[in-house]
């Protein structure tokens, strides 16, 4: 008998004599379907076969071999004794189809109550040693075992697991035997196939688990080490990681946590090859499921052994024992247990401790030299970000409990340490709800936040090597004299252009880690407010200050740091102030806290003008001024005055170009205008006359102008309904309607000096404005601007539009062709205060509008002609409407 | 020929790793339910004698697979000649209610089924013993996964409290010897042609 020749032609056999054995068994004709069997399984001696071809084959011939053994149970002993038959198939020619018929009668045999059980049983274990194909053999004990595994004896655990065993033991010594089969180069051939037919071997794990069920000190004491015994001594890799993988699967969760110390050692004692992570994951991942399975069956009564301990003293051993293994490996390992114990004991910070504390050793063993591929495993270790169950008030806690842990991150490289840090971060500015208690738990967090306070800025270190950028660059010291010049050789100033330009960008780009510490800052400091410890404002101070000088370490970062410690200052400021309002006997005590803040803020912004350079100038101009008002609103006049005079000396020794001049200025303007508390002792004229000088003689005479006509409102307040002024109510408003004239007049001048005829017609409309402003604002012979200036600067303007128009006749007759297209998409310009034109859609309702710049070439002379025509005739139209509310506005002619 | 012979109606348990499936053959072929959780690898079947319709008596395979692909190295040879397709999920799993459809569609790829439109197919929501608030699967949406998938029937099990288990495996039963017979039928009329060309040529040959 022979079989056939490929698989297809071998499934057509079995299907066509399975057909003849159930025909033959209809018929009664036994011998028939017994040799009709044997044709059909001679195809399991086809040495061809690849395992899955085997096993489809093996479940097609599984299943007409049932229908024999029902045959043969049916009419066991009317027309045959099962023995006898047993005795019979013996008979059969090759030893494959011998065997298979013979287990088949066997298994029948041992339905039968009558049947020799043991003997049968031990006879068919002793027969499949007959065939040591490894295939052949792995799939005819396969068989044995799925036909018996009804059929084994009850109440005979010790017995059914012998005979399981001992089925599994040569299976597995077959199966690792096909690894040696074979040439050399066939060797992966080989492994491949091992893997498929590793389910045989392992189902036997899986009868052995059914058969001992719950009897845990059987497995213990004598399955377990009997099957480790085998996985150790065959020293074979494929089979040593799936049969740990198996034991893990198969065998309930109960047993493994009373065995873990021997499954553990076992570890050790396999083949150094193999990995050793692998099998310790899955452990791992098996008793972390069976966390979840008791949440889930809501057991109450599980055994909490302390898996830890015995993870830790394995590591430590494995530590000594195993010199061989690499830092990745280890660090892996280790990775590994921190994940048993997050989910068996997040709480447990003391463990968390001795693992960081390990890999720190590790690490130094290894002289920090960490592979670059295995930083993921760092960072994974330090950010804990797979474990999405843990909270913030487990970072937390991380982060104060576990010096280890910081230790650790701070000997990682610069990348390491910026990307964990800034996922602790996040956490952390997500979910503010902790608390900071100690002084050292600040330092903890500060600490931590060491690296990106510290961290080099690519763009700082651009800065430092650019020499032209040194003359912007000085301190803020009375001795140096400045080098720069104001006056407007182009080729300097176009340089100058330039280099703040650049730095403007620098300043845009943040830099995402230091915008990042800087609102933890905030969040730092809010858990410290939280605190019950540091409920004195001293102590609160005090916090800050820490704060101020960790991340004064930062050297130029502190141009993006330091401004969320000044903000606090002044929350702390603030506080102080209301508690002076409300306990008025501490007075003295509260007024000196807050003198106190206000010259810690000076501290910080003087370290920002010296450290951080040009680029910062603008940021601390701005602060002090913030700082100025908020002391002036808690009538702090002197201080405010202080602050006052240190914004101007940064106007006045750094600040060069004409374009932040203007605006620097518009800015003090402003917050000088809504002062108070400076009257006494002239502060308040002194640093009006002062800025109004300024405007006076900036660069170009348009921002003189503009300068000048807004410095006129330093001279007339206007009211702050929060201070419970109102006008016409209140008395005592600082007015001087005098030098508001001068101020107009002052522009005027300016205005009318400018020789481009537009740009002096629009800024001449522009002071119009300012003159109705005050006329509606103030009697005549207040305000000091009368009908009969406004209607003199009403015909000033209208000549000058005049003598425009006629240019710009002249001009479009030049250019008509060239300007014809144009008329169709003729867009309306305005002039903004900074110079700039923009552009407004045509559509009213669609506000978008575009910013040219004065050079832009977009902008047509003939365009430009109507930008102050246009806002004469809005301001003329404005007049007239406002006759009907008041009737002094008659008398203005337009 | 087939009045005689007892039938044997294959019955393949598909469904993710973890659901019950090991539990609910359990539940039906043994009646008991165990704690402890034990992953199942590779494929093997539990026999149970039935009773179809009254008179007839039939033994059921039911094949207990693995739900981790890990598992099954050797292929999934077994799910040829089944009789019908159980569909598990675990109505506290939303991920194991989503795989239902994959399933099926995996089983009927590999299963080289005669007429897959018409092929049986139950599926049954485990675990409903769980408490209300961890359910996560409505019976709306199984309903409609069901009709979606051609009329399914659909059961809602508990193998731990032995909640309609019995039902599920009687319907399961009286769909796989419908399919059973369906197939038989359509192999005789196939069989009876091919046959006898081969079968004049060996009946000598044979040694044993």
Redesign the interface.
């Given at each position: 008998?022979s079989y056939s020749d490929s698989l297809d032609q071998a499934i057509t056999t079995v299907k066509?004599q399975s057909?003849?054995v159930?025909?033959s068994?209809?018929q009664r004709k036994l011998m028939d379907a017994?040799?009709y069997s044997?044709?059909m399984l001679t195809e399991l001696r086809n040495p061809k076969l690849l395992?899955?071809q085997y096993?489809?084959l093996?479940?097609?011939i599984y299943?007409a071999l049932?229908?024999l053994s029902?045959y043969l149970f049916e009419n066991h002993p009317k027309k045959h004794h099962l023995a006898d038959l047993y005795e019979l198939v013996q008979?059969?020619?090759?030893v494959i189809?011998r065997l298979y018929l013979m287990i088949t009668v066997g298994t029948t045999y041992l339905k039968c109550p009558d049947a020799p059980t043991n003997e049968i049983l031990k006879d068919m274990l002793e027969m499949c040693r007959g065939v040591q194909n490894p295939i052949r053999g792995l799939f005819l004990r396969y068989y044995l075992s799925?036909r018996t595994?009804?059929l084994l004896p009850e109440n005979e655990v010790a017995l059914n697991s012998q005979f399981i065993i001992t089925n599994f033991i040569e299976m597995n010594k077959l199966w690792v035997r096909l690894q040696h089969q074979g040439p050399l180069r066939e060797r992966e051939q080989r492994t491949k196939e091992r893997?498929?037919?590793?389910?045989?071997v392992?189902?036997q794990l899986?009868r052995l688990?059914q058969v001992i069920?719950?009897n845990l000190t059987m497995y213990k004491d004598q399955i377990l080490p009997i099957i480790l015994e085998q996985i150790v001594q065959c020293r074979d890799i494929v089979c040593q990681e799936y049969l740990f993988d198996?034991i893990c699967?198969?065998?309930?969760?109960?047993f493994h946590l009373n065995t873990l110390d021997t499954l553990l050692e076992t570890t050790l004692l396999l083949n150094t090859d193999i990995s050793v992570n692998k099998l310790i994951s899955t452990l791992v991942e098996r008793l972390n499921?069976?966390l979840k399975?008791i949440e889930?069956?809501e057991?109450t009564n599980q055994s909490k052994v302390d898996v830890f301990d015995v993870f830790w003293n394995y590591l430590n051993k494995l530590n000594e024992e195993r010199p061989d293994l690499s830092i990745s490996q280890m660090v892996s390992l280790i990775e590994i247990v921190l994940n048993l114990n997050l989910h068996w004991f997040p709480n447990n910070f003391e463990n968390l401790n001795k693992v960081y504390e390990l890999i720190s050793t590790k690490c130094n063993d290894f002289d920090n030299n960490i592979p670059k591929e295995t930083e993921f495993v760092f960072l994974n270790i330090l950010t804990l970000q797979n474990f999405d169950f843990l909270d913030s008030n487990f970072y937390f806690k991380l982060v104060i409990e576990c010096p280890a842990y910081s230790s650790l991150l701070s000997s990682q490289n610069s990348n390491l340490q910026t990307a964990a840090i800034n996922k602790l971060l996040d956490v952390f500015i997500t979910a503010d709800n902790f608390v900071i208690d100690s002084k050292t738990q600040l330092e903890s967090f500060l600490k931590l936040c060491e690296p990106l306070i510290k961290m080099k800025l690519k763009r700082a270190l651009a800065n430092e090597s650019s020499p032209t950028n040194q003359s912007s660059n000085h301190p803020m010291d009375p001795f140096v004299v400045k080098n720069s010049t104001n006056v407007g050789q182009s080729g300097v100033s176009e340089e100058k252009q330039k280099i703040s330009r650049e730095n403007i960008d620098d300043l845009l780009s943040f830099d995402p880690n230091q915008e990042k510490l800087s609102k933890f800052i905030h969040i730092l400091f809010n858990s410290v407010l939280k605190s019950t410890t540091f409920k004195k404002l001293e102590s609160q101070v005090e916090i800050l200050l820490i704060i101020k000088n960790w991340l004064y370490k930062g050297g130029k970062n502190i141009t993006f740091t330091y401004p969320s410690v000044i903000t606090n200052f002044w929350r702390l400021i603030r506080k102080a102030s209301l508690f002076m309002n409300k306990i008025p006997k501490k007075k003295p005590y509260y007024e000196n806290v807050i003198k106190q803040n206000f010259k810690y803020i000076s501290r910080c912004t003087t370290e920002m003008f010296n450290i951080c350079g040009a680029q910062s100038n603008d940021q601390v101009f701005k602060i002090i001024l913030q700082t100025a008002s908020l002391a002036d609103q808690l009538e702090f006049g002197e201080i405010a005055y202080d602050f006052f005079s240190q914004a101007f000396t940064i106007f006045e020794e750094c600040l060069t170009d004409s374009t932040t001049q203007f605006q620097e200025l518009i800015y003090m303007a402003q917050i000088l205008q809504r002062t108070r508390s400076l009257y006494k002792e002239d502060y308040y004229d002194s640093l009006i006359v002062r800025s109004t000088l300024h405007g006076s003689k900036l660069l170009k005479k348009q921002d003189q102008c503009r300068a000048v006509y807004l410095c006129s409102h330093l001279w007339w307040a206007t009211e702050i309904s929060s201070l419970g002024e109102e006008e016409g109510v209140t008395e005592d408003f600082f007015r001087d309607g005098k030098r508001v004239l001068e101020c107009l007049q002052r522009s005027l001048r300016s205005a009318d000096s400018i020789m481009d005829n537009v740009q002096s017609c629009e800024l001449m409309v522009e002071i119009l404005n300012r003159c109705l402003y005050y006329f509606i604002h103030g009697e005549e012979y207040e305000t000091h601007v009368t009908v009969n200036y406004i209607n003199g600067l009403i015909e000033l303007i209208k000549t000058n539009l005049k003598s425009l128009k006629l240019g710009e006749e002249a001009q479009l007759s030049e250019l008509r062709i060239d300007d014809n297209p144009r008329n169709v998409t003729k867009n309306t310009l305005v002039n903004g205060s900074d110079g700039n034109y923009v552009q407004i859609g045509d559509n009213n309702m669609n506000t978008t509008s575009t910013v040219l710049n004065p050079q832009s070439k977009l902008l047509r002379v003939s365009d430009l002609i109507q930008v102050p025509i246009q806002h004469f005739h809005r301001t003329c139209k404005y007049i007239v409407n406002q006759r009907d509310i008041d009737p002094r506005f008659e008398t203005i002619v337009v | 020929m087939s009045s005689k012979k007892k039938t044997i109606l294959k019955v393949i348990i598909l469904g993710d790793s973890g659901v019950g499936k090991t539990s609910l053959m359990h539940r039906y072929v043994n009646d008991k339910y165990s704690q402890q959780y034990k992953a199942t690898i590779g494929a093997d079947f539990l026999t149970k004698e039935i009773n179809v319709d009254g008179d007839r008596t039939a033994t059921m395979q039911v094949w207990d697979t693995a739900g981790q692909e890990r598992f099954q190295s050797l292929g999934v040879a077994f799910y040829r000649g089944a009789d019908c397709c159980v569909l598990v999920y675990d109505v506290t799993n939303t991920k194991s209610f989503e795989n239902i459809k994959s399933w099926r569609d995996e089983f009927l790829v590999h299963a080289n089924v005669s007429s897959p439109e018409s092929f049986p197919f139950v599926i049954l929501g485990n675990k409903i013993d769980i408490e209300e608030t961890k359910k996560v699967i409505s019976v709306k949406s199984a309903q409609d996964l069901a009709k979606s998938l051609g009329n399914i029937p659909l059961f809602l099990t508990s193998a731990k409290s032995s909640i309609n288990v019995d039902p599920a495996f009687e319907e399961i039963a009286r769909s796989a010897l419908q399919q059973n017979q369906n197939d038989a039928d359509a192999f005789e009329e196939d069989f009876n042609d091919a046959i006898n060309i081969q079968l004049d040529g060996e009946a000598d040959s044979c040694a044993c």
């Open positions: 008998m066509q057909i003849l159930q025909r068994l209809a017994l040799r044997s044709i395992p899955k096993y489809e093996y479940i097609m299943d049932t229908v029902n008979y059969a020619g090759n189809p799925q595994k009804e893997k498929e037919l590793q389910i045989l392992g189902s899986v688990s069920d719950d198996i699967q198969v065998f309930p969760d109960e499921g069976y399975r889930q069956q057991i | -």
